[in-house]
């Protein structure tokens, strides 16, 4: 089992930055691609970013590739997602999930456990 918690969302202009966190209990936090996924309202759930458990190896949606990063500290039990040059359109509730797979994957259906999601809220 994996539990997870994101934090570092917030109102932020158009232009600027976040960092996401997302801390995960158990202590096989470090097997597991941590995946992030953001919701906009009215829209479905869509991939942002993955990152392998053990390579590092990464992948991103195509909307935030070259703005967004993601990381993770398996000392700490922690992902992260840096976000700048942050638009409108990033609007969303973001959520960090976890997928216990050999590759990376994109669809949201593929992830076993979730986090309670953090706003994001970019102003023009």
């Known amino acids: 089992q994996v539990q997870l918690v994101e934090s570092g969302g917030g109102l932020v202009q158009a232009g600027g930055s976040l960092r996401l966190s997302c801390a995960a209990s158990?202590?096989?936090?470090?097997?597991?691609?941590m995946g992030w996924f953001r919701q906009a309202p009215g829209k479905e759930r869509e991939f942002v970013a993955v990152?392998?458990?053990?390579?590092?190896?990464?992948a991103y949606a195509d909307s935030v590739k070259g703005r967004f990063t993601i990381s993770r500290d398996n000392a700490k039990n922690t992902v992260y997602l840096q976000m700048n040059n942050l638009k409108p359109e990033d609007t969303a509730v973001y959520y960090c999930?976890?997928?216990?797979?050999?590759?990376?994957?994109?669809?949201?259906?593929?992830?076993?456990?979730w986090g309670q999601g953090t706003q994001v809220t970019v102003s023009s």
């Open positions: 158990g202590r096989t936090f470090c097997s597991y691609n």
């Open positions: 990152i392998h458990w053990s390579t590092g190896n990464t």
């Open positions: 999930a976890a997928d216990r797979s050999p590759v990376v994957r994109r669809t949201q259906y593929d992830y076993a456990y």
